[in-house]
């Protein structure tokens, strides 16, 4: 019997290395992709404390973004906010958002 011996592919050391590699260029590159991520999954705590403090004060109140609520909690303005390819939509009088 002949032995075939294959000299192609990896072994599991190279693997190994290409994996911790690609790990390593993931977590530099992290920090930079995140930055508008960020803004559009802490947007809806932000949204509902301004909105609660503005019920519970009975005083007007307005967030970062320029979104202002009336002492009854609802929102003056709609309108619609850009976070990179995604959208808020704040709608008018009780100023449910939607994500799109």
Known sequence: ???HRQD???TLAELCIAVWILGMLTLCALPFAG??????HSFPDEYLCV???AMLQSRP???????AFNEHGNV???RTLHYGA???IIELGGGRPVFR
């Open 1 to 3: 019997m002949d032995r």
């Open 8 to 10: 192609s592919g990896f």
């Open 35 to 40: 930055i508008r991520v960020a803004d559009i």
């Open 51 to 53: 909105q609660s403090r």
């Open 61 to 67: 109140q307005q967030t970062e973004n320029g979104i």
């Open 76 to 78: 003056n303005l709609a």
């Open 86 to 88: 995604k959208q808020v």
